[in-house]
């Protein structure tokens, strides 16, 4: 295997790896049995999330840009929405912030509302996983919108 060919695996374990990291946040505040801390769990697993998100907004989209702009890489549709979603948080970041502190504390709120609630370990759990649902919906679109040109960039490489 050619050094391309490593770098093009490598790659695609981290992105198989980031998905399974949020959806074990997503589960492990469920097998927690005292309320205060499955809540503070459950915050926190969130919060994780939305950093791994934020991260990749933030720090991995404007590197992956550079590189693909270095090597005038044709990028897809889905690539260039993804670099212009990036592009508009990087320019002003802190109305997303406050936006993502609000729904951390209303997914607190409810969590606890829920659990307070007679027979609502299926609500609990909906709610949490649902909650889970859409930082990792956008993370597996980064990553699939990050892999499609690198993985052309590698071919061309190689």
């Known amino acids: 295997m050619n050094i391309s060919g490593s770098a093009y695996w490598i790659f695609a374990a981290k992105c198989a790896a980031v998905p399974l990291l949020i959806v074990w946040l997503g589960v492990f505040p469920l097998q927690i049995k005292k309320r205060r801390t499955?809540?503070?769990?459950?915050?926190?697993?969130h919060a994780i999330a939305w950093s791994i998100v934020a991260f990749a907004?933030?720090?991995?989209?404007?590197?992956f840009k550079n590189v693909f702009a270095d090597f005038d890489v044709e990028l897809p549709a889905l690539s260039v929405a993804v670099?212009?979603?990036?592009d508009a948080i990087v320019g002003g970041w802190w109305p997303l912030f406050f936006l993502v502190t609000g729904v951390l504390v209303v997914d607190g709120v409810m969590f606890a509302v829920f659990w307070d609630?007679?027979?609502?370990?299926?609500?609990?759990?909906?709610?949490?996983?649902?909650?889970?649902?859409?930082?990792?919906v956008i993370v597996v679109v980064i990553e699939i919108a990050m892999l499609i040109p690198m993985s052309a960039l590698l071919e061309q490489l190689s």
């Open 57 to 63: 907004a933030l720090s991995s989209i404007p590197n």
């Open 38 to 45: 499955a809540v503070f769990a459950e915050i926190t697993a």
């Open 83 to 86: 670099i212009q979603a990036s």
């Open 117 to 136: 609630q007679n027979n609502s370990r299926l609500l609990r759990t909906s709610w949490s996983l649902l909650m889970m649902a859409l930082p990792l």
